[in-house]
């Protein structure tokens, strides 16, 4: 299972990146210029700029991810879990950027990918774990 545990180190890293950038720039930035946003795009959001959803998002999906990795590599006993997390995570934040927007952009059906792909991913391997410890092998 060494390569699913490698998969999902690649999946948790892309999306510790990606969301730490994002938030960067949401924190710095509240009005989302700096990344192409406008504050129109989110009014049928409770929010009035980007502000929380980058703290949010910094702190969910950003700092989750960078500790999923860190548990993933040393193979901490419930680093399943933690994938399994960071992919539902993953899922719920999409999902309800979507329903916030009212719009569905190329990058929101990668991560949707990617969160799917870390849920699989997740339950795999535990699934794994969980058979050769109850066979002794």
């Not at 999902?95 to 009212?102: D, G, T």
Request: aromatic share 12%; proline share 2%.
């Amino acid at each position: 299972m060494k390569i699913a545990r490698q998969i999902a180190i690649v999946l948790l890293a892309i999306t510790a990146a990606s969301a730490i950038y994002g938030a960067y720039h949401l924190i710095t930035d509240p009005s989302g210029h700096t990344i192409g946003y406008t504050i129109d795009q989110i009014k049928y959001s409770p929010f009035k700029d980007y502000l929380i959803p980058g703290w949010l998002l910094l702190i969910f999906l950003g700092m989750g991810s960078v500790v999923s990795v860190g548990l993933t590599m040393q193979e901490e006993d419930s680093y399943t879990s933690y994938i399994i997390g960071q992919g539902a995570i993953c899922l719920v934040w999409i999902m309800a950027q979507v329903i916030m927007l009212h719009h569905v952009a190329f990058l929101q059906i990668g991560f949707l990918l990617v969160g799917s792909s870390l849920l699989y991913t997740g339950l795999r391997i535990r699934k794994r774990e969980e058979f050769y410890q109850n066979t002794g092998l």
